[in-house]
């Protein structure tokens, strides 16, 4: 973490957007409260080329009120000031200062592109807190969901994730157009292109959780493409890859579960999401369904959302590509919502530990 | 600002240069060729960029045949080479040398383009249709383009052929001849480099 | 008698009416450019207070995703291609013919037909909405999401668009470059060019060198779109990012093919009201020049999220932060012409002179955003919104404002009124950083930009407010802009001098009205700001080059205005081989439209036009007439 004096030091110009920012949600998101490595060497570069860039503005904006306040011109003054070329030497100044400027920025852009560049994930991350080896995900970016496949063979759904202190390694690619890979609080972004693979590495100091957010845009929905990085401690994170990558077990003979498992397979739900290692991730992956705050990445988790959401997908997430069930019977879907509820794989303490207070959701579908 | 060029001992040596009009059309011309340059060659860079994405159809070496391509080039250069010779007769205000030299290169030209229709027709008999691949996509557009600016240069040749075909060389005209050759050059010029990076590139592999 | 004055008077309207449509008149164009530029303005404008009051709340309902990605699209694009181009180009034509001192362009016809061309691509693109929506990619359009799989039918209204209206910019730079270069009156060296002239023209090669790799770019998607070319599916082995590479090769250039006449425009308006020339004029030509060269080094900056590697990215970062430096003299260059300077603040000078440390703001911003890693945060947030609304309203705006109410009596015979001028630019001024300033901090605290609605609880909900009031402001500053125009039209004072700000230019020596043909004889210019030389060396007019002698002035003709025609058709045609279904084939609209086009073209080339000449009687009676 930052010493006491570079705290302060971004504190400074800061303070006044703090102000502003202690309202938020407990979901980790602004980048001026870093969370990461990554993250921390942007702030603070950020703040060095602003102390770099308020020289310039400090000169231009005094010249420019003297000027305006020296130099008028008096009511029926009508001769014509002394008529000036020009000075070889105050253009040589501010051309040569400014370079110098410059050159304090250029340095470590050079030196953070590299830095940035070398994404192979670290057995102790780059602040040597970590245990374990290191961890890489493949992303792929659907319209308008995140997919995240696991090394170890299983694939979670717009929530990703990750050991604390270790540096993990993303490998992104697109599904249909571009998106890009987002979370602010723990470091920079990268674009998720199709039929291109791009790397990106990420790394957080604390367990908590990581709002995400696609940056370029993908269609009507693109800003509702929202996820979550969960950052655990290594053993809470091994244990959730467990039961990941383990076969959820079926739900047991006769019961309101069993039967929507039932409905599950014959409304075709499983055509495209996912349970364990069976259907595929045309949508995203429900193996741990019930573990989430949200559907969707945007709606509040709840029965009656859940059931709106199947109902008509569009009025939630305009233009995503889930078949509505309009007409599915009230049955069906209660034994349904009864299934979807089942999908728990065991959760970590950590995840319940950071409670949001839900404000930041949408409770209302989107468009009538 | 007008210019009043003297007529009394016959044409100027350089009739498309003499007026004010003249030369701006000159220079105008230049500055449009320039951009078409630029045209091209973001044309040339998406073929580049693309001439392996063949997406499992045919390749550029299993398609293109030397001997036909050396043909055309020669028939585009030749055509160029008459134009040239078509401005040197307007200069010696060679009226009918000119037309003449003129028709011969819109006779080249056609026989270019002949030679391209039959070309992209044996292509397409071979399974590289216009959508099969990137690289057939760029191919087609980069070297269809060409053609089809082969076709307008002929066009506008011919019209001012047949428009002018009694009239002999004056200050009017003079600039509309010289454009339209320059326009010819550069339709060759372009060529050359089809050549070099669609042809020879595409069969030597480099 | 009242029947018969009721034909004179329908025969005259009628006159009137064809005399705009058929005219070749530089003035005459450079005010229809004006006209249109500013309805595509207040059209974009709209739509922007409209997606601000989408914002002004969180999980609003007031747009929907869809509607919203179309009026980002539509703005985005209107304001670049449909205002500031030919509003600027509004002044690049009735201003550089005067400031050099030429009667005219150098091809009068084309300059119609830029005109009528780029209105009807803009036209094209408009009608969209009447045909199941408006393009909705982003004025940047990436592929795939705006390629034949994704894209909806307005991204073929876009490309095609597009691309008639780019034809039209096009032949118009050509047209000024050669203007510029060979219509100079005797004695106007390229050092003694006004410095907006030079600007105009190294914008004009940029556009020259810009449009066409768009007019490329755009070619290929419309194949793709159209006739199922494969250049940007990577399943038949196409590349996604080509795209971007030739969208962005045209994009910087076009953020300087807009700002470079801005800066012309302030290197004009700064002097006069200082009454002190151009400080360090050389430096600015070849600052100039500079900035124009590295804007074509610099497109990758757009890009450092694509993941191209480090080297390309360092590259690119350096060159970018490079443009800073001749950005930088400029700055200092106006500043200096200040110090030292008489400076009397109307509007025009406010706005002039407030372009400078509003500009640093987006400048700073600027480099910025080039150190890659830190780019990684910014790039596609509020951040950029805010950094290029900086440099685009902060800068071309301000200076397009700046040239109106500086012009604007040259051009319309009258002043526009100062009190309501003052009161337009303190609203329009604060209304424009409480709009863009707080989006600097939104994009920081994680809001990314083209997003239609945010989540309550984000710590976004009072920016996004401050920012949505601070748009109301602004528009109400062009509502008295608006309503200054219509006021000042019929109540200012006529202008009657040539010269009502005691200028510099040659412009200003003309007579108001300005006679069709500019100069009755060329002027001889002895001096950067020959008007001012004069009037300290001789006795405030200027010398003539030639003597009183009959002028040559071109036809009007109608063939333009019928080209633009053509190529509307031609191009709906076109976009109707997309329509599920289309009322006729879509070959019963080309085809007519293709004839139409070429048919004119052909008619233009065959028939000859001599134009016409004022004799020495005629002018002299004009003269008398004006004076």
Not at chain 1, 2 to 10: D, G, L
Not at chain 3, 33 to 58: D, H, S
Request: charged share 15%; net charge negative; with cysteine.
């Amino acid at each position: 973490m930052m010493n006491k004096h570079t705290f302060m030091m971004r504190l400074l110009p800061l303070s006044f957007i703090l102000l502003l920012l202690s309202g938020c949600g407990e979901e980790r998101l602004t980048a001026l409260d870093p969370y990461g490595p990554q993250a921390e060497w942007i702030l603070d570069n950020l703040i060095l080329s602003l102390y770099v860039m308020a020289v310039v503005i400090i000169v231009v904006f005094a010249l420019y009120f003297i000027a305006v306040v020296k130099f008028r011109r008096k009511p029926g003054d009508n001769e014509y000031p002394k008529q000036v070329e020009g000075s070889k030497a105050l253009e040589l100044t501010w051309t040569i200062i400014p370079l110098f400027l410059l050159a304090i920025l250029a340095v470590p852009t050079i030196t953070g592109t590299y830095y940035f560049a070398d994404t192979t994930p670290q057995a102790a991350g780059s602040s040597g807190e970590g245990e374990g080896e290191g961890v890489s995900i493949n992303v792929t970016g659907h319209q308008y969901w995140w997919q995240f496949d696991y090394e170890d063979g299983f694939t979670s759904g717009n929530e990703v994730y990750i050991p604390v202190g270790e540096k993990v390694e993303f490998t992104l690619t697109a599904e249909d157009v571009i998106h890009s890979f987002w979370v602010p609080a723990l470091g920079g972004k990268i674009d998720a292109i199709p039929g291109i693979e791009n790397q990106l590495w990420l790394e957080a100091d604390e367990p908590g959780i990581y709002k995400g957010k696609c940056a370029e845009l993908c269609g009507p929905s693109h800003a509702l493409m929202d996820f979550k990085v969960v950052a655990l401690e290594r053993d809470e994170y091994n244990s959730w890859v467990e039961t990941m990558a383990s076969e959820p077990a079926e739900p047991e003979e006769n019961t309101t579960a069993s039967e929507g498992r039932q409905v599950f397979e014959d409304q075709g739900c499983i055509g495209c999401h996912a349970v364990g290692g069976q259907g595929t991730a045309q949508g995203p992956t429900l193996t741990n369904f019930a573990d989430r705050e949200t559907i969707a990445g945007v709606v509040e988790y709840n029965e009656e959302n859940l059931e709106a959401w199947i109902r008509d997908p569009q009025s939630f997430k305009q233009g995503n590509n889930m078949q509505a069930y309009p007409d599915m019977e009230d049955q069906d879907m209660d034994a349904l919502l009864e299934y979807l509820a089942s999908l728990e794989v065991e959760q970590p303490a950590l995840g319940r530990q950071v409670e949001t207070d839900g404000s930041d959701r949408i409770e209302e579908p989107q468009n009538e | 600002m007008a210019d009043h060029v003297d007529m009394t001992k016959g044409l100027p040596s350089n009739p498309e240069k003499a007026t004010l009009e003249g030369r701006n059309k000159f220079l105008g011309f230049w500055i449009f060729l320039s951009g078409e340059t630029i045209m091209f060659a973001t044309f040339f860079g998406a073929f580049l960029g693309l001439r392996e994405g063949t997406a499992g159809g045919p390749t550029a070496e299993e398609l293109f045949q030397l001997p036909l391509v050396f043909i055309m080039t020669m028939l585009l250069l030749t055509s160029s080479l008459t134009s040239v010779l078509a401005m040197y007769a307007m200069k010696r205000n060679n009226f009918k040398a000119m037309m003449i030299w003129m028709s011969t290169t819109v006779l080249l030209g056609l026989a270019f383009l002949g030679l391209e229709i039959y070309e992209f027709v044996e292509y397409v008999h071979h399974g590289l249709g216009y959508t099969t691949s990137a690289f057939g996509s760029s191919f087609y557009t980069l070297v269809g383009l060409h053609g089809a600016h082969v076709v307008f240069g002929l066009a506008w040749i011919s019209t001012l052929l047949i428009r002018y075909a009694k009239s002999g060389i004056t200050l009017t005209n003079a600039p509309k001849f010289y454009v339209a050759s320059l326009y010819w050059h550069f339709i060759d010029v372009v060529w050359v480099f089809i050549f070099t990076v669609v042809y020879l590139m595409g069969i030597g592999g480099a | 008698m009242a029947d018969y004055s009721a034909i004179i008077k329908e025969k005259k309207d009628k006159s009137v009416l064809m005399d705009w449509l058929t005219t070749v008149d530089h003035k005459k164009l450079g005010v229809m450019y004006l006209i249109a530029g500013t309805l595509f303005f207040l059209k974009a404008g709209l739509m922007a207070v409209f997606m601000r009051i989408q914002l002004m709340f969180p999980e609003s309902n007031f747009l929907d995703g869809q509607t919203y990605n179309e009026f980002i699209t539509m703005h985005g694009t209107i304001m670049l291609f449909l205002a500031a181009t030919p509003l600027l180009f509004a002044f690049m034509n009735y201003i550089i013919p005067l400031q050099i001192g030429a009667r005219d362009v150098a091809f009068p016809f084309v300059n119609a037909l830029g005109f009528w061309i780029f209105f009807f691509g803009g036209l094209l693109l408009s009608v969209s909405w009447f045909f199941g929506g408006a393009p909705d990619a982003g004025w940047t359009a990436y592929v795939p999401l705006s390629a034949g799989d994704y894209g909806h039918l307005g991204m073929d209204f876009y490309v095609i668009g597009l691309q008639i209206s780019g034809i039209g910019t096009l032949i118009s730079a050509i047209n000024f470059i050669v203007t510029i270069v060979n219509m100079r009156a005797p004695g106007m060296t390229m050092m003694r060019m006004p410095l907006f002239c030079w600007t105009s023209l190294v914008t004009s090669l940029l556009i020259v060198f810009a449009f066409t790799p768009l007019a490329a770019g755009l070619a290929l998607l419309m194949l793709d779109r159209l006739f199922g070319a494969q250049f940007f599916s990577p399943d038949s082995g196409g590349n996604a990012v080509l795209w971007q590479h030739i969208f962005w090769i045209f994009g910087h250039p076009e953020v300087y093919i807009l700002v470079l006449p801005a800066f012309g425009i302030i290197s004009e308006v700064i002097p006069a009201f200082s009454r002190k020339r151009l400080f360090g004029y050389t430096a600015m030509v070849f600052a100039t020049l500079i900035i124009a060269f590295l804007g074509f080094m610099v497109w990758v900056h757009h890009m450092f999220t694509v993941g191209i590697g480090p080297v390309t990215n360092s590259v690119f970062a350096i060159a970018t932060m490079a443009i800073g430096i001749p950005t930088g003299i400029k700055i200092f260059n106006w500043l200096f012409t200040m110090w030292g300077g008489k400076l009397t603040f109307n509007t025009a000078m406010l706005c002039a002179s407030s372009f400078v440390p509003t500009f640093v703001l987006g400048g700073v911003t600027g480099v910025m955003l080039s150190m890659v890693p830190v780019d990684y945060l910014y790039h596609d947030t509020y951040f950029v919104v805010a950094h290029f609304h900086y440099i685009i309203v902060g800068g071309i705006v301000l200076g397009l404002l700046a040239g109106l109410y500086y012009w604007y009596p040259k051009m319309f015979g009258h002043h526009l009124n100062e009190k309501l001028g003052m009161l337009m630019f303190w609203m329009f001024y604060i209304g424009f950083h409480m709009t863009f300033f707080v989006q600097h901090i939104l994009g920081l605290i994680g809001m990314p930009r083209r997003v239609y609605t945010y989540l309550e609880g984000q710590g976004m909900d009072t920016m996004n407010l401050i920012s949505s009031i601070g748009a109301f402001l602004m528009s109400a500053g062009i509502i008295v802009l608006v309503i200054n125009i219509v006021y000042s039209a019929l109540k200012s004072e006529r202008v009657v001098v040539s010269d009502p700000w005691d200028a510099r230019t040659l412009e200003w020596s003309t007579p108001t009205p300005i006679p069709e043909y500019n100069f009755a004889q060329v002027p001889q210019v002895r001096s950067l700001d020959p008007l001012f030389y004069e009037k300290i060396h001789g006795d405030g007019k200027m010398k003539p080059a030639e003597p009183l002698s009959d002028i040559h002035m071109p036809n009007g003709s109608i063939l333009p205005f019928i080209i633009g025609i053509g190529m509307f058709v031609w191009g709906f045609g076109m976009i109707m081989l997309n329509m599920e279904n289309a009322i006729i084939t879509p070959y019963a609209v080309i085809i007519p439209g293709f004839l139409l086009t070429f048919g004119s073209m052909l008619v233009r080339s065959i028939k000859e036009d001599h134009g016409y000449h004022i004799t020495v009687e005629e002018l002299k009676k004009l003269e008398k007439e004006v004076s």
